[in-house]
């Protein structure tokens, strides 16, 4: 069974830390890009960080550039979103997401699974 499961979020002050964490279950994580995408009331869905499998590549949104740093621990199938400097506008919903591309001699398969989200608000 496939499964993301996300932790970390809550309520914190503007300017404090939250770290996100996800961990991964009935897939081959290693094998899987990971991102982090966000959703406030009434917003489409943002991504907010990217890393790829092996994890020496990662991209932020800019809107979070400087303040948010994503990670993977691929021996404990677990990527991080550490997320620092909070602003209100960084309030929503936050949703791991796993995903890969496989390429066969007759075509190509998307693999795309996701967490059931953690809400991050930031207020005073």
């Known amino acids: 069974q496939v499964q993301l499961v996300e932790s970390g979020g809550g309520l914190v002050q503007p300017g404090g830390s939250l770290r996100l964490s996800c961990t991964a279950s009935g897939f081959v994580f290693s094998d899987y890009d990971m991102n982090w995408y966000r959703q406030a009331p009434g917003k489409e869905r943002e991504l907010v960080a990217h890393?790829?499998?092996?994890?020496?590549?990662?991209n932020y949104a800019d809107s979070v550039k400087g303040r948010f740093t994503i990670s993977r621990d691929n021996a404990k199938d677990t990527v991080h979103l550490q997320m620092n400097s909070l602003k209100p506008e960084d309030t929503a919903s936050y949703y791991c997401n796993a995903e890969r591309v496989v390429i066969t001699t007759t075509g190509r398969r998307r693999d795309d699974y996701w967490g059931q989200g953690t809400q991050v608000t930031v207020s005073s």
């Open positions: 890393i790829t499998a092996p994890g020496g590549i990662t």
